[in-house]
C-alpha cells in the first residue's frame, strides 16, 4: 500500500501529547487514521512509536533521553518499564534506535541513553519507507560481514544478547539463498550456536584462525548460569558444533582461557569455493584487492569534496558506466576515466579510493611503485607499460571494469633537463606513462599529497581532480561522532574547540582508545580527551615518513 503524505512529525507530536500520563484513552490516539498510518509507515507497535516519537522529539532538541525520561512521560509509574524495555527492544532490534552507554561494561538497557538513527529522519522528511529497510546480505561474505558489525555494536553495549540474537537471526532468514548457508542450515543448530559458530568464521576469515571462546559467549548471552552451560557442552564435547564436527576445542588451554576453531570440514565447505574463484593469476606490477574484502567505512567529506565525490560515485556506478562510455564512444571521445585525488595527508584519498571501488563493485589494481622505479636502466620504461598490459589482461578477467590504482604519485613525477643517464631514463619513463595515460580505456584514480609536483602534462589527462583539505568543523564533529558513538556531544566539542583534526588521527586516536580500554579501566572521557592531546601534540611536532590510514 503506497504511503499517504501526511505530515508525520506532526502527528507523532499528536502521539507525544496524547500519551502523556496517559491522559487519553490508547484505542482514541491508535484509531486516527493517521496514527494508523504511521503505524504501517514504521511497522512498528504503538508502544514502540509513542518511544520513537519521544525520541524524534529529543534528537531535534539535541537532548539525551534514558529509562527515566519515558518514564516521566508515562507518570513516573515503574510500572510502565517493562513495556517501555520491550518497546526499546524492538526498536533496537529494526534499527531506528541507537542505545549508547557511557560504561562499556554496562549492557542493561536501564543504564543507558538512545537515540534514533539517521535514517529514520530521512525517512520521515522524505516520505521513503526504503530508507528503513536494511539490504539484505547478497553472499556469504556480505553476511559474515554483517554479523561482524552486530557483534561490534554489542561489545560497544548498543544492545544486549537477546537482541544481538535475533539481529543475527533477521540477517540469516533474509539473506540470498547460497550454498554456505544451506550447508550450515542441514545441521539444525539453534541461534546460539549458529551465533557462535558465524563468530569462529569470522575468526578464521579475518585470519584469527582461533576464537576466544569465553569472550563470544558472554556476547552471545547475559545470564551467567546459561554462559555456564555453553561453556560446558563445549568441554565436555556435547555442543552440536563439536559432535557435527563444525569446531574443535584447543586441548591445551587453560580455564577460562579456551579457544575454538573451525574444522577442515567447515573450512572446505565455507571458503573453498571463494578460493577457487578468486585464484586468479598473480600481476607483478600490482597486488588485486577485491570489493568484498574492502570493509565497510563512514567517511564524511566537506561539502565541496562531497559534490565531486557524488558526482564520481555515479559515474562509476555499474547502472551509469556503461551508459556513459557508450556515448562517449559515439562522440568520438576517449572511454578512459582518470581521477586525481589530491590534498593534505590523512584527508580520505585511500579511503575514498576504497570506498568507490566498494560501492561500485570494482577490483582495485594497485600499483606496486616500488617494483616499478627500477634500479637497472632501460627496465623502467619496461615495468611502465607492464602496468597498462597487465591492467587490461586483467580486466578480461572481471566482470566490471577494475580501477587501475597509483597510491603514490612519484612515477608522475616532472621531467628533468638531461645531465646525466639516469635523466633520460627518467623523462623516458615519464613519455611512456604520458602516452599510454593518453589513450587509456580503463578507470584510474591517483592519489597525491602535492600535485603541484606532478608533470603538468599530465593535468590533462585527469578528468575529475578532487581537492581534499583539512575537515572542517562540522566534518570533524561527524568524524569524531561515528568513531566514538558513546561520548557525549559536550566532550567531542570540547576536543574540536581545542585541536584540529584530520580524519587519519581520528583513526590513530580510536585505536589507541579502544587498546586502552582493554588494558585498563580509565575514565572514558578523559582518556578520549587526552589521546586527542597526545595525538596532535606528537604530528605537530614530528614529521614521521608513514602514511596514514585515510
Given at each position: 500500500?503506497?504511503?499517504?503524505?501526511?505530515?508525520?512529525?506532526?502527528?507523532?507530536?499528536?502521539?507525544?501529547?496524547?500519551?502523556?500520563?496517559?491522559?487519553?484513552?490508547?484505542?482514541?490516539?491508535?484509531?486516527?487514521?493517521?496514527?494508523?498510518?504511521?503505524?504501517?509507515?514504521?511497522?512498528?507497535?504503538?508502544?514502540?512509536?509513542?518511544?520513537?516519537?519521544?525520541?524524534?522529539?529529543?534528537?531535534?532538541?539535541?537532548?539525551?533521553?534514558?529509562?527515566?525520561?519515558?518514564?516521566?512521560?508515562?507518570?513516573?509509574?515503574?510500572?510502565?518499564?517493562?513495556?517501555?524495555?520491550?518497546?526499546?527492544?524492538?526498536?533496537?532490534?529494526?534499527?531506528?534506535?541507537?542505545?549508547?552507554?557511557?560504561?562499556?561494561?554496562?549492557?542493561?538497557?536501564?543504564?543507558?541513553?538512545?537515540?534514533?538513527?539517521e535514517k529514520v529522519y530521512e525517512a520521515l522528511l522524505t516520505n521513503n519507507t526504503t530508507l528503513l529497510c536494511k539490504k539484505p546480505a547478497e553472499n556469504f561474505v556480505e553476511l559474515l560481514q554483517l554479523i561482524q558489525e552486530l557483534i561490534d555494536k554489542r561489545c560497544e553495549g548498543v544492545f544486549d544478547a537477546d537482541t544481538?540474537?535475533?539481529?543475527?537471526?533477521?540477517?540469516?532468514?533474509?539473506?540470498?539463498?547460497?550454498?554456505?548457508?544451506?550447508?550450515?542450515?542441514?545441521?539444525?543448530?539453534?541461534?546460539?550456536?549458529?551465533?557462535?559458530?558465524?563468530?569462529?568464521?569470522?575468526?578464521?576469515?579475518?585470519?584469527?584462525?582461533?576464537?576466544?571462546?569465553?569472550?563470544?559467549?558472554?556476547?552471545?548471552?547475559?545470564?551467567?548460569?546459561?554462559?555456564?552451560?555453553?561453556?560446558?557442552?563445549?568441554?565436555?564435547?556435547?555442543?552440536?558444533?563439536?559432535?557435527?564436527?563444525?569446531?574443535?576445542?584447543?586441548?591445551?588451554?587453560?580455564?577460562?582461557?579456551?579457544?575454538?576453531?573451525?574444522?577442515?570440514?567447515?573450512?572446505?565447505?565455507?571458503?573453498?569455493?571463494?578460493?577457487?574463484?578468486?585464484?586468479?593469476?598473480?600481476?607483478?606490477?600490482?597486488?588485486?584487492?577485491?570489493?568484498?574484502?574492502?570493509?565497510?567505512?563512514?567517511?564524511?567529506?566537506?561539502?565541496?569534496?562531497?559534490?565531486?565525490?557524488?558526482?564520481?560515485?555515479?559515474?562509476?556506478?555499474?547502472?551509469?558506466?556503461?551508459?556513459?562510455?557508450?556515448?562517449?564512444?559515439?562522440?568520438?571521445?576517449?572511454?578512459?576515466?582518470?581521477?586525481?585525488?589530491?590534498?593534505?595527508?590523512?584527508?580520505?584519498?585511500?579511503?575514498?579510493?576504497?570506498?568507490?571501488?566498494?560501492?561500485?563493485?570494482?577490483?582495485?589494481?594497485?600499483?606496486?611503485?616500488?617494483?616499478?622505479?627500477?634500479?637497472?636502466?632501460?627496465?623502467?620504461?619496461?615495468?611502465?607499460?607492464?602496468?597498462?598490459?597487465?591492467?587490461?589482461?586483467?580486466?578480461?578477467?572481471?566482470?566490471?571494469?577494475?580501477?587501475?590504482?597509483?597510491?603514490?604519485?612519484?612515477?608522475?613525477?616532472?621531467?628533468?633537463?638531461?645531465?646525466?643517464?639516469?635523466?633520460?631514463?627518467?623523462?623516458?619513463?615519464?613519455?611512456?606513462?604520458?602516452?599510454?595515460?593518453?589513450?587509456?580505456?580503463?578507470?584510474?584514480?591517483?592519489?597525491?599529497?602535492?600535485?603541484?609536483?606532478?608533470?603538468?602534462?599530465?593535468?590533462?589527462?585527469?578528468?575529475?581532480?578532487?581537492?581534499?583539505?583539512?575537515?572542517?568543523?562540522?566534518?570533524?564533529?561527524?568524524?569524531?561522532?561515528?568513531?566514538?558513538?558513546?561520548?557525549?556531544?559536550?566532550?567531542?566539542?570540547?576536543?574540536?574547540?581545542?585541536?584540529?583534526?584530520?580524519?587519519?588521527?581520528?583513526?590513530?586516536?580510536?585505536?589507541?582508545?579502544?587498546?586502552?580500554?582493554?588494558?585498563?579501566?580509565?575514565?572514558?572521557?578523559?582518556?578520549?580527551?587526552?589521546?586527542?592531546?597526545?595525538?596532535?601534540?606528537?604530528?605537530?611536532?614530528?614529521?614521521?615518513?608513514?602514511?596514514?590510514?585515510?
Amino acid at each position: 500500500m503506497k504511503n499517504q503524505d501526511f505530515n508525520k512529525l506532526e502527528w507523532m507530536e499528536y502521539v507525544i501529547g496524547g500519551s502523556f500520563g496517559n491522559t487519553i484513552n490508547k484505542e482514541e490516539i491508535v484509531n486516527k487514521t493517521e496514527v494508523k498510518q504511521l503505524l504501517q509507515f514504521f511497522k512498528i507497535t504503538y508502544d514502540e512509536l509513542v518511544i520513537l516519537a519521544l525520541l524524534v522529539d529529543g534528537g531535534i532538541r539535541q537532548e539525551e533521553q534514558g529509562i527515566d525520561s519515558f518514564l516521566e512521560h508515562f507518570g513516573g509509574s515503574i510500572r510502565n518499564l517493562k513495556n517501555i524495555n520491550n518497546a526499546l527492544q524492538g526498536l533496537i532490534s529494526k534499527r531506528y534506535v541507537i542505545a549508547q552507554t557511557k560504561n562499556r561494561l554496562s549492557k542493561t538497557l536501564i543504564k543507558q541513553t538512545f537515540q534514533v538513527d539517521e535514517k529514520v529522519y530521512e525517512a520521515l522528511l522524505t516520505n521513503n519507507t526504503t530508507l528503513l529497510c536494511k539490504k539484505p546480505a547478497e553472499n556469504f561474505v556480505e553476511l559474515l560481514q554483517l554479523i561482524q558489525e552486530l557483534i561490534d555494536k554489542r561489545c560497544e553495549g548498543v544492545f544486549d544478547a537477546d537482541t544481538l540474537l535475533k539481529l543475527v537471526e533477521n540477517e540469516l532468514t533474509t539473506a540470498k539463498k547460497c550454498i554456505e548457508l544451506d550447508w550450515l542450515n542441514n545441521f539444525n543448530l539453534s541461534i546460539v550456536d549458529k551465533t557462535l559458530f558465524f563468530c569462529t568464521a569470522i575468526n578464521y576469515f579475518t585470519n584469527e584462525s582461533k576464537a576466544d571462546l569465553e569472550y563470544y559467549i558472554k556476547q552471545i548471552e547475559d545470564k551467567f548460569t546459561k554462559q555456564k552451560a555453553i561453556r560446558e557442552k563445549i568441554i565436555n564435547k556435547t555442543s552440536p558444533l563439536i559432535t557435527n564436527e563444525l569446531v574443535v576445542k584447543e586441548e591445551d588451554g587453560f580455564a577460562f582461557d579456551e579457544f575454538i576453531e573451525l574444522t577442515q570440514k567447515s573450512i572446505t565447505a565455507l571458503f573453498e569455493k571463494q578460493k577457487k574463484e578468486k585464484k586468479k593469476k598473480s600481476y607483478s606490477t600490482a597486488t588485486l584487492l577485491y570489493p568484498d574484502a574492502i570493509l565497510d567505512e563512514n567517511l564524511f567529506y566537506n561539502p565541496s569534496e562531497w559534490k565531486q565525490i557524488n558526482t564520481i560515485e555515479k559515474v562509476l556506478s555499474i547502472e551509469k558506466h556503461k551508459q556513459i562510455i557508450d556515448h562517449l564512444e559515439e562522440n568520438g571521445l576517449g572511454k578512459g576515466i582518470s581521477i586525481l585525488f589530491n590534498g593534505f595527508s590523512g584527508t580520505g584519498k585511500t579511503a575514498t579510493a576504497k570506498r568507490l571501488a566498494k560501492l561500485t563493485n570494482r577490483a582495485l589494481f594497485c600499483v606496486d611503485v616500488e617494483k616499478i622505479v627500477d634500479k637497472w636502466m632501460g627496465d623502467s620504461e619496461k615495468n611502465v607499460k607492464k602496468i597498462f598490459s597487465e591492467y587490461y589482461e586483467f580486466s578480461k578477467e572481471c566482470e566490471h571494469t577494475p580501477i587501475l590504482f597509483f597510491n603514490e604519485d612519484s612515477i608522475f613525477s616532472k621531467r628533468v633537463l638531461v645531465n646525466q643517464s639516469t635523466d633520460r631514463s627518467h623523462n623516458s619513463m615519464q613519455n611512456i606513462l604520458l602516452e599510454e595515460m593518453e589513450n587509456f580505456t580503463g578507470i584510474s584514480i591517483v592519489t597525491s599529497n602535492n600535485a603541484d609536483k606532478l608533470d603538468p602534462a599530465f593535468e590533462r589527462r585527469f578528468l575529475y581532480k578532487v581537492e581534499f583539505e583539512k575537515p572542517n568543523t562540522t566534518t570533524q564533529f561527524q568524524l569524531l561522532q561515528n568513531s566514538f558513538p558513546n561520548m557525549s556531544i559536550d566532550i567531542i566539542n570540547q576536543a574540536i574547540n581545542n585541536y584540529s583534526f584530520t580524519g587519519g588521527q581520528i583513526y590513530n586516536i580510536r585505536k589507541k582508545y579502544i587498546m586502552q580500554c582493554i588494558l585498563e579501566e580509565n575514565d572514558l572521557e578523559s582518556l578520549f580527551l587526552n589521546l586527542c592531546q597526545e595525538e596532535i601534540k606528537i604530528t605537530t611536532s614530528t614529521k614521521i615518513g608513514f602514511g596514514s590510514k585515510l
